[in-house]
């Protein structure tokens, strides 16, 4: 069981930075491939980002063109989601998610995901 819980979201105006935490609990943190995802008023769910269990690999959704990162440190049980050059756009409720999945569909896929966090707004204005 993991629960996971998110934070660092906020206000930022276009063009800033927001970096996001998810802290896990649960013993077996570095067992999992972690993910962000978003959702913005009436939209569906949609990837941004996941990293493998050692932090080796990642990937990012096509909106991201660069302007993400993400990262994890096992031994705190978080993983980081750095967001860089925002837009009016991005403006969503940003979820982490673990999953025990081997990444054949790289992670990207809602339906993969075994646990979620309550998510973070993030906003940004123009």
């Known amino acids: 069981q993991v629960q996971l819980v998110e934070s660092g979201g906020g206000l930022v105006q276009a063009g800033g930075s927001l970096r996001l935490s998810c802290a896990a609990s649960g013993r077996t943190f570095s067992t999992y491939a972690m993910g962000w995802f978003r959702q913005a008023p009436g939209r569906e769910r949609e990837f941004v980002a996941a990293?493998?269990?050692?932090?080796?690999?990642?990937y990012f959704g096509d909106f991201v063109k660069g302007r993400f990162t993400i990262s994890r440190d096992n031994a705190k049980k978080t993983v980081y989601l750095q967001m860089n050059s925002l837009q009016p756009e991005d403006t969503a409720v940003y979820y982490c998610a673990a999953t025990s999945s081997p990444g054949s569909n790289r992670w990207t896929s809602k339906a993969e995901y075994d646990y979620w966090g309550q998510g973070t707004q993030v906003t940004v204005s123009s």
């Open positions: 990293i493998n269990w050692g932090g080796s690999i990642s």
